[in-house]
């Protein structure tokens, strides 16, 4: 790993050194700064900051799409290095704003493949990976709604790690705003499947496998609930003769589970 950040975590009152454009959402109670972070901008905004600061990193994220929490995806990707300190070639998959990918080849000095089939994310993307001068690390392809199979440019290759933080739309999912962070789930990104939405993930598994190294793992970070989708995960994993490894990070008040399935 090339070097770990100081610190992870921004005071409001120093993110609003960092980044001007959060005043404009602080209110103060009892003279300390607070921040409404239902609020997507505002959340967007401190989250610009907290790349910015602790990361060393320029983004942006599009209008309409989930706004990530960069340190629960830097844990969730330190948590899968701190076990297995070989990796080299890294493939992600729903890249999004490129959040993972960038954390990756920056930190952990891996080659990405990042896929996603939304063109507007792949656009800011992009974008993102170039303002941080990680052009020659992290290789983006428009899926057009697959997952490996059927990808052109994934053909015989392998991995040393498959990773991601994918949708979860249930069978009956219809197009419309979430609520948490303000994204809008157009109709090419219902991509889940299955009662609890845990079939995108299965499918991620199962054409995972046949793109590993021997060694390799995929790695699939879910919220906390329902229970139900890790299970029927983990149950595949094993039904695929794959080893099943656990575990958990938690950021302020949220857990967050990984699931992983290593090749033996």
């Known amino acids: 790993m090339k070097h770990e950040p100081l610190e992870l975590g921004l005071k409001i009152e120093d993110a609003i050194l960092v980044n001007e454009k959060l005043k404009d959402f602080v209110v103060y109670k009892s003279g300390k700064p607070r921040i409404d972070f239902k609020n997507k901008e505002a959340m967007k905004e401190y989250n610009i900051a907290i790349l910015g600061h602790v990361f060393g990193l320029d983004m942006d994220f599009h209008e309409d799409a989930l706004i990530p929490t960069p340190i629960n995806r830097y844990l969730f990707i330190k948590n ?6 070989d990796i080299k070639d890294v493939l992600e998959i729903g890249t999004g704003s490129g959040i993972i990918s960038i954390l990756i080849a920056k930190y952990f000095e891996c080659n990405v493949t990042a896929t ?25 392809i428009d899926s057009k709604g697959k997952i490996i199979f ?16 994918p949708p979860y739309y249930a ?14 789930a157009s109709e090419v990104e219902l991509i889940g499947g299955g009662a609890y939405g845990e079939v995108f993930s299965q499918k991620i598994i199962e054409e995972g496998m046949d793109h590993l190294n021997n060694g390799g793992i995929v790695a699939i970070m879910f919220p906390e609930k329902p229970f139900e989708r890790r299970k029927f995960v983990e149950d595949k994993i094993l039904e695929l003769g794959l080893t099943l490894e ?8 949220r857990i967050r589970h990984i699931i992983k399935a290593k090749k033996e």
């Open 80 to 85: 899968i290095f701190d076990e297995k300190d």
């Open 116 to 140: 996603d089939t939304v063109s507007d994310y792949l656009k800011i993307a992009k974008d993102n990976i170039s303002k941080n001068n990680l052009t020659s690390k992290i290789n983006l």
């Open 150 to 165: 059927d990808i052109p440019e994934l053909k015989n290759k392998k991995f040393d790690l498959i990773i991601s933080y």
């Open 171 to 184: 069978d009956n999912s219809v197009a419309s705003k979430r609520s948490f962070g303000g994204a809008f």
């Open 246 to 253: 656990k575990s958990e990070i938690t950021t302020g008040k």
